[in-house]
């Protein structure tokens, strides 16, 4: 059961190649169940993060992470910077780790990303799903049809979470998450504070970036 929780979560480091940066390894790493009882989102994400080994830790079409950037925090949100070592677009997101008060244990966080015309919104998950399930996903009551992103672990929500993201999010203090996928529901709860800072600091991320 171990190597099952290790094995998933070094995917889910290596995906945050479009989302999360790589936190510096530590020399005993914990156990999943020690990640989630950190109340400090950044501390929890940093956890996640060291249990995956240094090879899982980026997509081997992606090679090393040379010239990877140190993410910059905005308020309790990340936003990372990961040059692609190919010449293509650089990889922009920011991200934020579910709370923990209001989320089971599968459900890691969200992730918005600069997409090839717009923000994509996707939710991180810690065990795999199938890439032919269509998850359906309560946002706030709102249910949406989303696909299973590589490498299974992100959920990819459709173009109106987008725009609610835009509109609406703001405003809000937090997100109410329900994925269904077959006969498993997984709750998640994301705090919005700060996101109106962090959303335009990713745009302006992504209107520029190479």
Do not use: H
Not at 21 to 37: E, I, L, M, Y
Not at 40 to 58: F, G, I, N, T, W
Not at 143 to 164: C, H, M, Q, W, Y
């Amino acid at each position: 059961m171990k190597d099952a929780f290790l094995a998933a979560v070094a995917g889910f480091s290596s995906v945050l190649l479009a989302g999360l940066v790589w936190a510096t390894q530590v020399s005993a790493a914990p156990d999943v169940s020690q990640c989630r009882a950190i109340n400090d989102p950044a501390a929890r994400l940093q956890c996640y993060e060291s249990l995956a080994p240094p090879e899982a830790q980026l997509p081997r079409t992606f090679g090393a992470p040379t010239g990877a950037l140190p993410p910059q925090t905005i308020g309790n949100w990340r936003l990372v910077r990961t040059p692609n070592p190919r010449g293509g677009k650089e990889a922009i997101s920011i991200n934020r780790t579910g709370d923990l008060a209001g989320s089971d244990p599968d459900f890691v966080g969200l992730m918005i990303r600069c997409g090839e015309s717009d923000v994509e919104v996707l939710l991180v998950m810690l065990r795999p799903l199938s890439f032919r399930a269509r998850p359906q996903v309560s946002v706030n009551g709102a249910k949406f049809e989303s696909i299973v992103a590589p490498p299974g672990l992100n959920i990819l929500l459709p173009r109106d979470v987008t725009d609610l993201a835009i509109q609406r999010w703001p405003a809000l203090p937090y997100l109410s998450l329900e994925i269904a996928d077959g006969g498993t529901t997984t709750k998640g709860k994301v705090l919005l504070d700060g996101f109106d800072v962090a959303f335009n600091a990713l745009n302006a991320a992504c209107l520029l970036r190479q």
